[in-house]
């Protein structure tokens, strides 16, 4: 395991990745969405993909880049995360490749991968346009991108009950596919293709779900964040204008998760 770059370029970016970090162990039982999701984007990769080197960014506990391995018989798969914690863990699980690093400043020599993987890392990014510019630079011509991101309908029900208490950040802001496909093409990327999809997940409450986004270390550590102002008595405002809806079992909640799936390509010229 390599530490390289530097990613604190941002204050908010050394939260992320302490966040995260200690996340690690809990992570895998507990993001079972993004777990789907990197199967999924996985097995949308064309059947006759040659790609000897593929790098995953923003890896987490590593979970898709084994699953990349067998996809993948032969290739190298390179992880890479902002949170050391995460890529410790990926290491001591045997992930041979880990790098902590910045997926908006890559620590990675030019035209060397043949695939650029992402799963649920890109909306913890401040710019898609560094994240594919980026990604673009360490593709060769013709290497190819996959990624998944959270979109802007993610945990509407949250944002809107947190309106009623407060004007504070309470959830992190995600990236529209207009805004993805304007950084896509921004970053000189060809062939895009970029759709979304909507997840509606049930929990019993607010707490259950308040607790996953935690546990996965997905707690809100943007910029303009609640913080400590967020008390208790704000807490149980929000949880009494959350919908709640009768379920087979009972009272039960809803949370919205907007995933968007995306794919391109670096040209070897121009796009035609
Ligand atoms: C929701 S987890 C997804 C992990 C994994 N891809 C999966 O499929 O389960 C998001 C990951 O992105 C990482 N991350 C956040 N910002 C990043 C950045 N700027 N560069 C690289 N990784 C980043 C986090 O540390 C975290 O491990």
Redesign the pocket.
């Known amino acids: 395991m390599s530490v390289m770059g530097s990613p604190a370029i941002y204050p908010h ?1 050394t939260l ?2 302490r966040s ?1 970090g200690r996340a690690a162990t809990a992570y895998d039982a507990l ?1 079972k969405l ?2 789907a999701s ?1 199967l999924e984007l996985i097995e949308r990769l064309p059947d006759d993909l040659d790609a000897p080197w593929v790098l995953d ?5 590593g ?2 880049a084994f699953a990349l391995e067998l996809a993948l018989p032969g290739a190298k798969v390179v992880a ?4 050391e914690g ?1 890529m410790r863990h990926a290491f001591n699980q045997g992930l041979k490749t880990c790098l902590v690093g ?3 400043s890559l620590p990675l020599a030019d035209g060397v991968f043949d695939v650029v993987f992402s ?3 890109i909306q ?2 401040a710019s898609p346009l560094d994240v594919f510019r980026e990604s673009f630079r360490v593709l060769k011509p013709g290497g190819q991108m996959f990624f998944t991101t959270f979109g802007p309908q993610t945990l509407v029900e949250l944002r809107d009950a947190w309106k009623d208490v407060d004007e504070a950040v309470h959830v992190n802001p995600f990236f529209s596919v207009a805004d993805l496909n304007e950084a896509i093409e921004g970053a000189g990327f060809c062939g895009s293709e970029v759709f979304s999809r909507r997840h509606h997940l049930e929990y019993p409450d607010v707490m259950t779900l308040m607790r996953e986004l935690k546990g ?1 270390g ?1 707690s809100n550590q943007m910029p303009g964040r609640a913080g400590y102002l967020t008390g208790k008595g704000r807490f149980l405002k929000m949880m009494a204008a959350y919908p709640v809806i009768e379920g087979p079992l009972g009272p039960m909640i809803l949370a919205t998760f907007d995933v968007v799936i995306g794919s391109f390509y670096r040209p070897k010229s121009d796009c035609r």
Do not use: P, S, V
């Open positions: 970016k992320i990745a995260f993001a993004q777990g990197a960014l923003g890896a987490g506990t979970r898709g890479l995360d902002l949170a995460m910045d997926a908006e799963n649920m890392a913890w990014c996965i997905a």
